[in-house]
């Protein structure tokens, strides 16, 4: 198949440089020469945690002591975003540096394709030690059992500690090499994090990229006892844009999840603590951020795949005590699409020419922006927000295309536009101006932006379908598929597996 690839390079490249063959090359972010080690990163992505609910971000009720030290410890990013707000997309994009368009993966539950290039893979070919460990949600196919086998579909991670997709919280079930699986009768979170502090031990004699993805806060919504104790009496803030009555979505939700997260920030901790007794924080890059949202019943919806900001805004902190100034905020727009770039530039590495992210190493080494072309060291002056399907199963009605500014918000269907907000004066977004005369020139502006940047990243409404393919498990119930056009003829010839399904 075309998206296979025919050598696994990585492994060979990073064998050659532990053994001196190859030397680390390169010139950092500030154009100095890069010493032999370059940094380790860990890049920490907590499923579904929504950027409102942290107490960095100004949310009172929930207790987030570790990814409040580390924000005042590095620089927050408060207009951090997920470019298509939903797990597999993200994470994909997060990887590939690429849109869900040009990645291929467009929906929840396909295979990323093995000839993408990740940083996993770059990193490696540059000596580092690669580990994954969590929840993966990249393999497509059928959920259950989640083993994926050392080689290609690793993207690049030597280390797989991790299963394809579960949301069984308190008894997770992983795999290493081989099929077998592990299952523990622990909160998931707690294996990760034992699990990560062993690859950190383990790790000493060069850098490493270390990924660690909980399932938490990802509904079912939970967390051990005692943190669901903390909250059982909280009567919560609801945000001026919540709705009452959406199911799934209530007071007892809201308390589970903020439950959820300070177990999660507890083993965050732990992990830091690691870093710590292990010598290895100052030279580590620490990024904690999500692939999505979680609308929690705001604008009367749930879940995800929303261009409301409960449901695109992520977490956006990094850490990097050895070059990055403490205690900074930055109001760069910084979006998933970004995030590969701007580590393989900390880390010296090139980034390459097919990636459609940008650079914003400069804005965390605090460094003025550098010539070294139109993505790089230059804050984006807008992010692109694209859903290709509709999903019954959280209220998305159909494909959207979005931009946001740091001002406003707007997004639209293929036939109509839908929204347009003023954040600096409704930043709950309350008031919906799109058929507002006042604010026509600010939607023609928005919508040249949108159109503009739809050109420049190649993307159309052709790449959308009507077909409700991520309900009812379509994507994962039967066999793999790389594509929707692919999944889309497999179901026409086999019409009795899915006689159900063929609604479009």
């Known amino acids: 198949m075309a998206y296979r690839r025919s050598i696994w390079i990585a492994p060979i490249m990073a064998a050659l440089i532990a053994r001196g063959a190859i030397a680390f090359t390169g010139s950092s972010p500030d154009g100095s020469a890069l010493a032999r080690r370059p940094p380790n990163v860990l890049l920490i992505v907590p499923d579904q945690l929504r950027a409102q609910s942290l107490g960095c971000m100004g949310c009172s009720d929930v207790r987030t002591p570790n990814i409040d030290k580390l ?5 927050l990013f408060p207009n951090t975003f997920a470019n298509t707000p939903v797990c597999c997309p993200a994470r994909a994009i997060l990887l590939t540096g690429k849109y869900a368009h040009k990645n291929g993966m467009k929906a929840n539950d396909l295979r990323l394709r093995e000839s993408e290039t990740t940083i996993a893979e770059l990193l490696a070919a540059r000596g580092y030690r690669t580990g994954f460990i969590g929840k993966w949600h990249l393999d497509g196919g059928v959920r259950d059992p989640g083993f994926v086998p050392p080689g290609p579909r690793r993207q690049g991670f030597a280390y797989w500690a991790a299963s394809e997709c579960s949301h069984a919280h308190f008894k997770p079930r992983y795999f290493l090499d081989d099929p077998r699986p592990i299952v523990e009768n622990r909160f998931e979170p ?8 062993e690859f950190l031990r383990s790790t000493r004699d060069r850098p490493f990229f270390l990924v660690v993805a909980p399932g938490p806060p990802h509904d079912p919504y939970g967390a051990p006892e005692a943190y669901i104790k903390e909250y059982e009496n909280l009567k919560p803030k609801l945000r001026p844009n919540y709705v009452e009555g959406i199911p799934g979505a209530g007071v007892r939700e809201i308390r589970a999840y903020y439950a959820a997260i300070t177990a999660v920030d507890s083993a965050i901790g732990r992990l830091i603590g690691a870093l710590a007794e292990l010598d290895l924080a100052d030279d580590t890059i620490v990024v904690v951020t999500s692939d999505h949202g979680d609308m929690l019943g705001s604008h009367g919806m749930r879940l995800k795949r929303k ?14 005590p050895a ?16 995030f590969a770039p701007t580590l393989l530039r900390l880390c010296g590495v090139d980034v390459p020419g097919d990636m459609q992210g940008a650079d914003l190493s400069a804005e965390i080494l605090g460094t003025p922006a550098l010539n070294r072309g139109s993505a790089v060291g230059k804050s984006p002056e807008s992010v692109f927000f694209q859903i290709f399907l509709p999903f019954a199963g959280d209220g998305t ?5 979005g931009v946001r500014t740091e001002r406003y918000m707007y997004a639209r269907t293929e036939k109509d536009s839908w929204l347009l907000y003023d954040l600096l004066n409704d930043p709950y977004e309350l008031k919906n101006l799109i058929a507002e005369q006042a604010f026509e020139g600010v939607r023609k502006r928005m919508e040249k932006i949108l159109s503009d940047t739809m050109a420049r990243t190649g993307d159309s409404w052709a790449e959308d379908s009507e077909a409700p393919l991520e309900d009812e498990g379509r994507l994962y119930r039967f066999k793999t598929f790389y594509t929707i056009p692919e999944y889309l003829e497999w179901e026409r010839t086999h019409p009795e597996l899915a006689p159900e399904r063929r609604r479009r």
């Open 323 to 338: 070059k990055a100034k403490p205690g900074r905020v930055s109001r760069a727009l910084w979006s998933h699409v970004d």
């Open 190 to 197: 707690e294996v990760w994090t034992d699990r990560a502090i």
């Open 71 to 75: 924000a005042s410890e590095g620089v």
């Open 397 to 401: 009605p159909g494909a959207w295309r």
């Open 307 to 320: 261009p409301w900001e409960e449901s695109i805004g992520v977490p956006g902190i990094v850490r990097y």
